[in-house]
C-alpha cells in the first residue's frame, strides 16, 4: 500500500523541512514567457494580499464573540484558516539515495507544481531584494549546511543561476549586474525566470508609487508569500512511487514530444541545448 503525507503548508516550512529540487525528468520553467497567466497570478496574490488583514480582523471578532459559546475550536479553525490563501496541490517524492538517516533536511523531487512553486519562490526573491533585513533572512532560509532549499537540476547552467541570482541580486536591472553571464540567455529557464522576476517588481513599484510606506508594504508581501501563501503538499515516500505518480500526472495532459523524453536523459551544455531547441 502507498503511504502518503499531505499537509497543508507554506514556502517558509517547505524550505525549513525540505531541500526542494526541480529533477532532471522536469520541463522547463515557462510561466514568465506567458505574460497573461503571470499578470493573473500575480493579480490573485495583491487581491489576497489587501483582503488578508480584514478577514483576520473579521475572524478574529467572530472567535472573540464565540470563545464563550459552545464550540470555540470551530472559532478557533476558522480565525486561522482565513489567514491562508491556498493554490492547490504540490506532489513530491523522496530520490533513491535519500535514507531515513539522522540529517535535519530531507531532499524532495518535484512532480507536479513546479510552476507555481518557482514563481513564488521568485517572487520572494524580487521582493526580499528590496530591504536588506529580509534579504539576509531568504537567502539563510534558502542556503544550508546540507545544500540549498531550492535548486533546479534540468541543466547545469539552471542550477548555476539560482546560486547566483540568491548569493548576488539586489533588485537591479540583470543587464547592470555582473553576475549575469551571456551564456545564461541560451536557458529558456532562466531567461523566463528573469522575466518573472523583472514582472514582479514592476507591480511592487505600482503598489508602492505615490505612498510613504514602501518599507511597509514590502514586508507586508514578503511575510504574505513566505507564511500566508499555502499549497497541499503531497509527499510519497518511495522514488517508483513517485515516478509512476509523475507519469500517471503527465498522462492527462498531452502526452510528451520523443524529443522531449530525450532531452530530460541528457545533460547538455547551454550551446548544446540552444541547438535542441
Known sequence: MMQNNMTETSVRELLSRYNIIVPEIQREYVWGANSELLDKFFNDIEEGCKSNQEKQDEALQSLK??????????????????????????????PFY??????????????????????????????????????????????????????????????????????????TDFSNTIFYH??????????????????????????????????????????????????WHFKTEKTSQGEELYITMNARGCRLAKNETARAEMNMTPEQSENWE
Not at 207 to 228: A, G, P, R, V, W
Request: charged share 25%; glycine share 4%; net charge negative.
Open 98 to 171: 535519500q535514507t531515513n538517516s539522522a540529517s535535519n533536511k530531507e531532499d524532495l523531487y518535484l512532480i507536479d507544481g513546479q510552476q507555481r512553486f518557482t514563481t513564488l519562490f521568485l517572487m520572494l526573491v524580487a521582493t526580499a531584494s528590496r530591504l536588506k533585513i529580509l534579504q539576509n533572512e531568504f537567502r539563510t532560509l534558502w542556503q544550508n549546511t546540507e545544500g540549498v532549499a531550492f535548486d533546479y537540476k534540468v541543466r547545469d547552467l539552471t542550477h548555476d543561476f539560482l546560486n547566483r541570482l540568491l548569493g548576488q541580486y539586489n533588485g
Open 65 to 94: 464573540e464565540n470563545l464563550g459559546k459552545s464550540d470555540p475550536d470551530e472559532a478557533i479553525r476558522q480565525y486561522y484558516s482565513s489567514k491562508y490563501m491556498n493554490i492547490g496541490f504540490l506532489y513530491s517524492y523522496r
Open 182 to 231: 551571456r551564456r545564461d540567455a541560451s536557458d529558456p529557464s532562466i531567461k523566463n525566470m528573469i522575466l518573472t522576476i523583472n514582472a514582479w517588481q514592476k507591480h511592487l513599484d505600482n503598489e508602492i508609487k505615490n505612498t510613504e510606506n514602501s518599507e511597509e508594504i514590502t514586508t507586508k508581501y514578503y511575510h504574505f508569500l513566505m507564511d500566508d501563501v499555502r499549497f
